[in-house]
């Protein structure tokens, strides 16, 4: 059965105050719901984005005190809207964080929760150096959940460069992939269309990757360029943006679940895997 959803798209550039980026993101959600949207997503870190060890644990919570999560469930409610939260950064201990992404549906409630599988250590050429280990709890399940007829996976950022995990939600049968990140700069210019590219293609399903874009009150600079792909690999939304403009906003894009369906009749791949010895 084909289910047709309009998704909007949210292109974003968090600051180190929560209360300014949840106004931000109701600007934007309100404006995709005007635009017919059943589902908003957002990137990675749409809470806060913040490399200052002692700043975000004070301006964090337990998800269960945190208002910037209760406020977006009341505002599903109250427009009959899903929203995945691409990432919120929540507390679970006083010192350490989960980098988790949040699916809410249209009545407010959490239907899905996936705690990043892969943290990012790297020391780059440019200078520019990233411990998420230090501070943050690795998640260790695969996690897929179902919304309006759609079975959806969940993965965030670095994760992209991971095939096993797309594979194995795959191999649930989900016909739609998430990617919120805060891409760098560098890296998003090599390998950031080619992964999501290619995620899609092998796994025969739509790839949807929310992205941070421009410079941050921090410092750091993200990639942009918010793009959804589809099970045959093509780009049906590329939202730009650069350093100096960061295009933020909403972009609306209709997803069909009779695609995936179509591509992986055609190039049945996930049904040709085999365990190979070494």
Not at 57 to 65: A, I, P, V
Not at 217 to 243: K, N
Request: charged share 20%; hydrophobic share 40%.
């Amino acid at each position: 059965m084909s289910v047709m959803t309009k998704i909007g798209v949210v292109q974003f550039n968090s600051s180190i105050v929560p209360e300014d980026n949840l106004s931000a993101l109701f600007s934007y959600a309100q404006e995709g719901v005007n635009q017919g949207a059943d589902l908003i997503v957002t990137p990675e870190c749409t809470n806060i984005l913040d490399m200052n060890r002692q700043r975000i644990l004070s301006n964090t919570t337990y998800e269960e005190q945190d208002f910037f999560l209760k406020a977006c469930q009341e505002f599903c409610n109250t427009n009959s809207v899903s929203l995945l939260l691409g990432s919120l950064i929540v507390k679970v201990q006083e010192d350490r964080l989960a980098n988790r992404s949040i699916l809410i549906n249209k009545q407010g409630q959490i239907v899905g929760r996936y705690d990043k599988i892969h943290l990012f250590d790297v020391d780059l050429p440019d200078g520019e150096s990233y411990r998420e280990s230090a501070l943050y709890e690795a998640g260790n399940r695969v996690v897929s959940a179902r919304l309006d007829g759609l079975h959806l996976g969940m993965t965030i950022c670095y994760d992209l460069r991971f095939p096993y995990l797309y594979r194995a939600l795959a191999d649930e049968g989900v016909a739609v992939i998430f990617v919120p990140a805060a891409f760098t700069v560098p890296t998003g210019k090599a390998h950031w269309h080619s992964l999501l590219r290619a995620r899609a293609i092998e796994n025969g399903c739509y790839i949807i990757a929310p992205a941070q874009s421009g410079m941050h009150q921090t410092g750091r600079a993200t990639y942009g360029h918010s793009l959804v792909v589809d099970p045959w690999g093509e780009v049906l939304l590329d939202a730009g943006g650069t350093i100096d403009e960061e295009a933020t906003g909403v972009y609306m894009v209709d997803v069909d679940s009779y695609l995936v369906d179509k591509i992986r009749s055609k190039i049945p791949s996930l049904q040709h895997t085999r365990s190979l010895e070494i």
